[in-house]
């Protein structure tokens, strides 16, 4: 198991940032696909994505938008934080083996443990493919958890 530590109201600092990145995978393609019902043939069907804009397969979307909620739950604020609303425009498409890094940075902060934080996700050239900001409730006070280890998924 992992550890995650998260980083309280009083702590946070405007200009503070934090990052989390990721490799795409064939996997978390098929996984993203089954679990949200996004079953469109341009994540999914090489042949039919061949003869759209991106001239390929791309990731979904959204997929950019859980690795945010990632960054978000686990690395700042971390454990015990609460979405209350994510702003997003896609810029680039992802394409499988893309590796993704979300860039987070606390912009303000507000009354009732309010926080407004910068949520852009780049490339591995650096490109910004998801430029956004998220509202989160951060946590009060300080902990630590240990974060669940997934077991084995099986895809087929």
Do not use: W
């Not at 795409?24 to 994505?49: C, K, M, T």
């Amino acid at each position: 198991m992992t550890q995650s530590s998260n980083t309280p109201y009083e702590e946070l600092e405007v200009g503070q940032t934090a990052t989390f990145s990721k490799t795409v995978e064939e996997r978390d393609i098929l996984l993203f696909a089954a679990v949200s019902g996004d079953h469109n043939p341009v994540h999914l069907d090489a042949e039919y994505a061949a003869t759209t804009m991106f001239k390929e397969r791309i990731a979904h979307g959204m997929f950019s938008g859980a690795l945010i909620s990632a960054a978000v739950a686990c690395t700042l604020p971390g454990p015990g934080t609460i979405y209350v609303s994510q702003q997003m425009t896609f810029q680039k498409p992802v394409k499988l083996g893309d590796t993704l890094t979300v860039r987070l940075e606390i912009l303000e902060k507000r009354p009732k443990f309010r926080v407004l934080i910068a949520t852009r996700v780049f490339n591995q050239n650096e490109e910004l493919v998801v430029d956004g900001e998220a509202e989160i409730i951060a946590p009060r006070k300080a902990f630590t958890v240990e974060l669940a280890t997934l077991p084995p998924i099986s895809i087929g």
